[in-house]
């Protein structure tokens, strides 16, 4: 398997333009989680989804952030609009449920700046 | 928040020296994990350890539990260059099924 596929990897845009990250989890995975990353706050969970269901947007900052899950083989977190403090490391990541194992495998992460 | 905390924040070692980095978490759990993220990468998991287990051993990686103390260690022996990278544990909780809680994380600086 190839993994968890993110696209861009790198993301510069202006402020206030809309950005739009991709993900593909690993194939059979059913859970799938889309984390921040900065050195001020450390890893954040913003959003996840169990069978393309969301479960808890509760770290999702602001209304400007938006994550849809359409099927089991994509999802993607859109900002509209974007400001600089979005700038950070956006992981997805995407796990099986199996027991209480839960171990998460993490893509290579979108780097966004936000000018 | 059931959020690990990992100490010390930074650690900084030669090659040859084994590493020790400290977790600790405020409720029940069912396993932890632990991770490793390189400069520019995502996390990779190296080791988990159930809650009715008190050390585990993966090649030069040894982790313990103490789930009195609601605390776990993550030994790395003979530590080597390579090791360098920011160490992270990851616990879950009962009453969210699938989600892993995670620490700020250790930076490892191994020099050769």
């Known amino acids: 398997d190839a993994g968890v596929i993110q696209s861009p990897r790198h993301e510069v845009t202006e402020m206030g333009q809309e950005v739009t990250l991709r993900c593909k989890p690993i194939s059979g995975h059913d859970y799938l989680f889309w984390y921040r990353q900065t050195m001020m706050r450390g890893l954040e969970l913003l959003i996840y989804f169990n069978n393309n269901v969301p479960i808890d947007d509760s770290g999702m900052p602001e209304d400007r952030f938006s994550a849809k899950m359409p099927n089991a083989s994509f999802s993607t977190l859109k900002i509209q609009p974007s400001e600089p403090r979005d700038s950070a490391v956006y992981f997805c990541a995407s796990s099986e449920t199996s027991g209480f194992t839960d171990t998460q495998y993490f893509g290579p992460g979108t780097r966004l700046t936000v000018l | ?112």
């Open chain 2, 1 to 112: 928040s059931q959020q690990g905390e990992e100490d010390p924040q930074a650690l900084s070692i030669q090659e040859g020296e084994n590493a020790t980095m400290n977790c600790s978490y405020k409720t029940s759990i069912n396993n932890l994990q632990w991770y490793r993220q390189n400069s520019g990468r995502g996390l990779v998991h190296l080791i988990l350890i159930r809650s009715n287990e008190r050390e585990k051993h993966s090649g030069r990686l040894r982790v313990t539990l103490d789930t009195s103390k609601k605390s776990s260690s993550l030994l790395i022996t003979a530590s080597r260059a390579a090791d360098t990278a920011s160490y992270f544990c990851a616990t879950d909780q009962f009453s969210t099924l699938g989600r892993l809680y995670f620490g700020r994380g250790t930076q490892l600086t191994v020099w050769p």
